[in-house]
């Protein structure tokens, strides 16, 4: 019998740890412990700040999704990228870490279409008989982004090259060839499957989801994947899609700290509960427009477009009978500011494998205010 995440925070375990057994499909049992924000009653505790500012004490991993960076999250990346205990790149966000990891701080490079990837490395170079890649990431890019330690994916979007390229360098290559689950979910899996074989303990995992996503059913994939990963990996996904952040909340108890720069910034202060998969009995207090023991469902009634009580110092409780997808904003504007940046259509552009626009030079410098 294996125990699930309810029924362990209903048999009130000791305050921050609670060791949990989960289920792989393959039957296996993989027993973590589980260190969380959870108090002496099982209810869950959320710093929401610890997600795009993540104190010292606090190990994550990152996980970058294809066409996920543009000139507005550029610095929040590379904030959040440096300090991850794991980051994993999936599928064709290897070419967009690779080319903003070489262009995003340098001179113009030109990118010519004469054979050459659209990452610059020449595949036409023979060196003792074998193709060699010259794809040196330091030799005009930002050499203080660290490398990603999972590749993975059904690699129809990554350049073949920067495989080679990667794999060279001992970047962990997983191809996930499987096509009855997105690259999201099974990228979750290989995550899971590597911190566990190095006994590596996570607080979180923040997704960096795409900022203008075009495709609804990518949208709706990604969504999916949260409830198919609970029972995965032993710690929350939080996916962070521009200036949104969102995750899901398990059946119980749960109270999510707001900072009050968002509570009182009128462009980031909405929230919502929005009930995927089943109807949910909600009660909610902190909110302005709170429920009482009220049934969200789609067909019914679902909180979108509210806001904080502020008298409430940006504490929200939330019990609910069933999962619930939590979605907010967040500061992104204020915190990682891009006023100062002078970003070219190169890095707007780079997301896509096949783009041999010129990659022109993309400087940002962050001027300070003192």
Known sequence: MVATKSSLLRNHLPFHIIQVAWRYENNCTLKRLLTSMEDETGRLWWDVSSFYQPPQDCPYAVMLLNEALDHKNQNFFMHIWSKASVRVCVDGATNCFHKFSRYGDTQVMSVKENGQSPMNCDSNTKENGKSSVNCDSNAYGTESLPLPHIISGDFDSVHPDLLTHYKE???????????????FTKAVRELA????????????????????????????ANLST????????????????????????SEGDHTIQVSQEIILNPLRSWCGLVPLGYPATVTTKGLKWNLDNQILGFGHLVSTSNTYDPTHEGQVTITTCQPLLWTMGWDIDQLYPVENCMVSKALQEYSSPGDLVPAMKAKCEIVSNQ
Do not use: M
């Open 169 to 183: 360098l001992d970047v962990n290559i997983i191809p996930t060839p499987n096509q009855e689950e997105t690259d």
């Open 226 to 249: 949260l409830y198919k990963v609970e029972h995965v990996v032993p710690v929350p996904v939080i996916v962070v899609s521009g200036a949104s952040l969102f995750w899901l909340l």
């Open 193 to 220: 499957k590597y911190i566990t074989a190095r006994d590596i303990q996570l607080k979180h995992i923040v997704v960096i989801a795409a900022v203008c996503n075009e495709r609804f059913d990518h949208v709706i």
